[in-house]
């Protein structure tokens, strides 16, 4: 099980502004996915969360980077690519990953990574967060963006 040996995160989020920016393929697995992000948020107290979607993975970047940019305290970025019979889901894959990472960098805002790179629909399913999944990475996301948001804050002081 990749979720073993989490770390448990819990921050006060009061006053963050965030957004989840997720994408819209693979309706199951998404609604799962922002679920989880929610839910971790509620559970922190950020009342402030506005939820921007994108047409898919490929487009999570340019999108969380636009929100960094826009004021959002933390960016919670959401979506799914399954493996096909082409390239595409390595291209699609490897743009998506370091365009979030140099979003986040360029930006100095967390960005949470909450992109399932998956096999099967199946392996997606699990990670999702469901009522049978094994593991909720849209959770896991917001809560790695919002622990980065409170020690980036105590690092700056």
Not at 103 to 132: H, K, M, N, Y
């Amino acid at each position: 099980m990749s979720g073993h040996g989490a770390p448990s995160l819990s921050t006060d989020a009061s006053g963050a502004k965030v957004a989840i920016v997720a994408s819209s393929w693979h309706t199951a697995v998404m609604d799962g996915l922002v679920a989880g992000a929610q839910l971790a948020l509620a559970d922190a107290h950020a009342s402030d969360v506005t939820l921007i979607r994108t047409a898919g993975s490929f487009e999570l970047p340019l999108v969380a980077k636009a929100a960094a940019e826009a004021e959002y305290d933390v960016v919670i970025a959401l979506g799914v690519i399954i493996r096909g019979g082409t390239p595409h889901f390595e291209y699609v894959s490897s743009a998506a990953t370091d365009g979030l990472s140099r979003a986040s960098l360029d930006t100095g805002v967390p960005i949470g990574f909450g992109l399932l790179t998956c096999d099967t629909e199946e392996q997606a399913l699990d990670r999702a967060g469901l009522a049978d999944s094994r593991e909720d990475k849209g959770r896991e996301a917001a809560e790695a963006a919002l622990a980065s948001w409170a020690t980036l804050g105590w690092l700056r002081g």
